[in-house]
């Protein structure tokens, strides 16, 4: 498989650092507010990378932090803890917050179909963990206490741009123009570890240090938490591209000068959903989520599929117009499928060819719109039967989790209930008039059997009878059978 790398910045063959088996971690929600569609287009494009190693065979395990403290209103350490200030918008604790705002992504996360990580974790259950971490960079010397904080002393590495290009604006990321310069660091991309005093000195959440009554950095929780379950070597770290500078520089700084080697071969970055004002995000509000998009009638899986539609690496510019196009294509998709007969077994040796253009596809730095090209191939196809797509489109549906085959088969369901009630509705109806559906019959056979000998009047004259009684002729089917509708 071929992912871009933002390590080199390049497209680059990936290889596991140990055989088959992917350790991946996600950066997870800051639970201050509910995720807004930007985020979810990165966890949805996680998702399908996750999904498609796995369905490529690879055995991964996939790590997620839930940031419930230490993220403050600006990347660059300043400002106020967003936690504090979302507690604060809506009159409770930080920890009562931090579980609605979980429950609320993970929710939203099940109606976009995104798995669950294998494990996750809230920074606030790994304290310990945190300060062993800042403990072994003091000692290392790649630390130091100012301020009553910890810092990180970037100064001590070779390179600390590994991304490579970085620029005087990314530096400005977050700034907000009422927030000063911290005096306390030595160089201006120093970070902070461990916070026992900032500006702003009501942070709810604080624990016992070795540096004092406190509370971490928001980089460490991912480096930390990534290592405790997925040990020193890490395959691949996601994100959105938000995310590279300088959260995940400075995971990628304090990670290696912890453990003394490199830790991360690939770094998987999703651009940005953007909107009439540019980036969507939390903090400028006017978001859309989930349940926003529900409430206007959408089903969250045409999210999903309009987040497929386009590659993970160009920002994709979101309008209910753009939605609405997604919307067509989905139920035109789901009515195609549900026409496919059940009857029936797939041909798993014809199918293969259909699976490795599918597999083409996402190796080639996960290409999904590429992907639903190869499904609708198989849709197309002349030279497998319906048993064999409906296998493939079941197969494919593992990685895109579009919830194809369900959907198709309400379609069905509801196609079967509708001629149901339709059904009950002419048998009242021939009920009303006195006619049965036997002695109804016998008038159509004998309809028909008038045409067949060309006797066109009296076919005629019986089509008329019915008429005056309701029932009017529609279509004489190939099969000898002739379908009517009420005629009232
Ligand atoms: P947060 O909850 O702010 O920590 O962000 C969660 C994830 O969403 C991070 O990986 C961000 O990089 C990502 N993200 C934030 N805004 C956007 C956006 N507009 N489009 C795509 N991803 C985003
Ligand atoms: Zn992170």
């Keep these: 498989m071929i992912l871009y790398n933002t390590l080199g910045n390049s497209r680059q063959e990936f290889i596991p650092y140990e055989g088959n088996k992917v350790r991946m971690y996600t950066c997870g929600p800051t639970v201050y507010h509910y995720a807004h569609i930007g985020n979810l287009r990165t966890y949805i494009m996680e998702d399908v990378l996750e999904k498609y190693l796995r369905w490529a065979g690879y055995d ?80 290392k010397d790649y630390a130091y206490i100012a301020g009553g904080n910890v810092y990180f002393d970037t100064s001590k590495l070779e390179n600390y741009y590994v991304f490579g290009n970085q620029n005087e604006e990314d530096l400005q990321v977050g700034v907000r123009e009422d927030v000063t310069e911290d005096e306390n660091k030595r160089n201006k991309t120093d970070f902070v570890l461990w916070f026992t005093k900032s500006k702003f000195d009501d942070q709810e959440l604080k624990w016992e240090s070795p540096w004092g009554l406190g509370y971490p950095g928001w980089h460490i929780e991912c480096s930390s938490i990534s290592i405790k379950h997925l040990g020193e070597h890490l395959d691949i770290h996601c994100g959105g591209v938000d995310n590279a500078f300088p959260h995940h520089t400075n995971e990628i700084a304090q990670s290696e000068a912890f453990l003394g080697h490199k830790w991360c071969g690939y770094w998987f970055h999703v651009l940005h959903l953007l909107d009439k004002r540019g980036k969507m995000s939390k903090s400028k509000g006017g978001f859309l989520t989930v349940s926003l998009l529900e409430e206007q009638g959408y089903n969250p899986l045409a999210y999903r599929m309009f987040c ?42 014809a199918a293969k060819s259909y699976q490795d253009k599918f597999k083409k596809a996402l190796d080639n730095d996960l290409n999904t719109s590429l992907a639903l090209t190869a499904l609708y191939d198989v849709l197309k196809a002349n030279d497998i039967d319906d048993a064999t797509k409906r ?36 048998n009242a109806f021939l009920e009303r008039i006195g006619l049965n559906r036997k002695e109804l019959g016998e008038h159509l056979a004998q309809r028909l059997a008038a045409k067949a000998q060309k006797d066109f009047a009296e076919a005629d004259r019986i089509r008329d009878l019915l008429l005056e009684k309701g029932i009017r002729i529609t279509k004489d089917n190939k099969d000898g059978t002739t379908e009517w509708e009420i005629n009232e």
């Design 391 to 426: 296998y493939l489109v079941d197969d494919f549906d593992r990685v895109l989790s579009l919830g194809l085959i369900d959907a198709a088969d309400e379609i069905i369901r509801k196609e079967q209930e509708a001629a149901a009630a339709k059904e009950a509705l002419k």
């Design 60 to 139: 991964v395990t996939r790590v997620m932090n839930i940031t419930d403290v230490g993220h403050l209103a600006s990347d660059a350490d300043t400002g106020e803890d967003k936690m504090l200030s979302g507690a604060k918008r809506e009159h409770k604790s930080v920890m009562e917050i931090a579980k609605f705002y979980t429950d609320a992504f993970f929710s939203d996360c099940k109606k976009l179909h995104i798995k669950t990580p294998d494990v996750v974790e809230p920074a606030t259950s790994c304290i310990p963990e945190f300060i062993h971490m800042i403990e072994v960079l003091l000692e």
């Design 308 to 349: 497929l539609q386009s590659h993970y690496r160009k920002p994709l510019i979101f309008s209910f117009e753009n939605l609405d196009n997604t919307v067509i294509a989905y139920d035109k998709l789901t009515s195609r499928i549900a026409k496919l007969s059940k009857d029936g077994e797939a041909d798993k040796e």
